[in-house]
Antibody
Framework: QVQLVQSGSELKKPGASVKVSCKASGYTFNNHGMNWVRQAPGQGLEWMGWINTNTGNPTYAQGFTGRFVFSLDTSVSTAYLQISSLKAEDTAVYYC??????????WGQGTLVTVSS | EIVLTQSPGTLSLSPGERATLSCRASQSVSGSYLAWYQQKPGQAPRLLIYGASSRATGIPDRFSGSGSGTDSTLTISRLEPEDFAVYYCQQYASSTGTFGQGTKVEIK
């Protein structure tokens, strides 16, 4: 069965960086792109962008350019989200989700990133 | 960018009642590329409906989706206790898949 398993919660100081992993199993990794979605505390879902798992080409939604980087390690069927120069407002749960177009058909369990001094 | 507006913000109903959730787009969503997700506290969202009206794998038939163009509806025919949750619509017609702000279905 399709599974996306994300790395554990992170507590970071402002200005630091964080890298969230999303390991896929149960399907051919490069048959589907990977979407990334953010959910701030008590808020709704925000589509961040996606990465093409064939070419490695990322696409970022407005508001997620510059400090946010999507990457892959196809040898271990894993997608990554790196956020640099962390700010308090980056505190959120970050989800990876298997992509069918921009549709998210399977989701990881989410990774809580907390930014606090 | 297509903006999705969901209504109502909160729906207070009793188990066994019918729930009707609305999602309105700022422009027509081509190809009925409209999806609905359910999210329970502390859990990841789960895909319910795609293509405006097709149920995802394993979704009970009390969930149905309808609509086209700018207006879509999610209907839960008879609410079960496990259906009380937040529901999000999403358009995926463009390469950027925007979400609505969510409707909370709570127990009355």
């Amino acid at each position: 069965q399709v599974q996306l398993v994300q790395s554990g919660s992170e507590l970071k100081k402002p200005g630091a960086s964080v890298k969230v992993s999303c390991k896929a199993s149960g399907y051919t990794f490069n048959n589907h792109g990977m979407n990334w979605v953010r959910q701030a505390p008590g808020q709704g879902l925000e589509w961040m962008g996606w990465i093409n798992t064939n070419t490695g080409n990322p696409t970022y939604a407005q508001g997620f350019t510059g400090r946010f980087v999507f990457s892959l390690d196809t040898s271990v069927s894993t997608a990554y989200l790196q956020i640099s120069s962390l700010k308090a407002e980056d505190t959120a749960v970050y989800y990876c989700a298997r992509r069918v177009g921009s549709l998210c058909d399977y989701w990881g369990q989410g990774t809580l990133v907390t930014v606090s001094s | 960018e297509i903006v999705l507006t969901q209504s109502p913000g909160t729906l207070s109903l009793s188990p066994g009642e019918r729930a009707t959730l609305s999602c309105r787009a700022s422009q027509s969503v081509s190809g009925s590329y409209l999806a609905w997700y359910q999210q329970k506290p502390g859990q990841a969202p789960r895909l319910l409906i795609y293509g405006a009206s097709s149920r995802a794998t394993g979704i009970p038939d009390r969930f149905s989706g309808s609509g086209s163009g700018t207006d879509s509806t999610l209907t839960i025919s008879r609410l079960e206790p496990e259906d009380f949750a937040v529901y999000y619509c999403q358009q995926y017609a463009s390469s950027t898949g925007t979400f609505g702000q969510g409707t909370k279905v709570e127990i009355k």
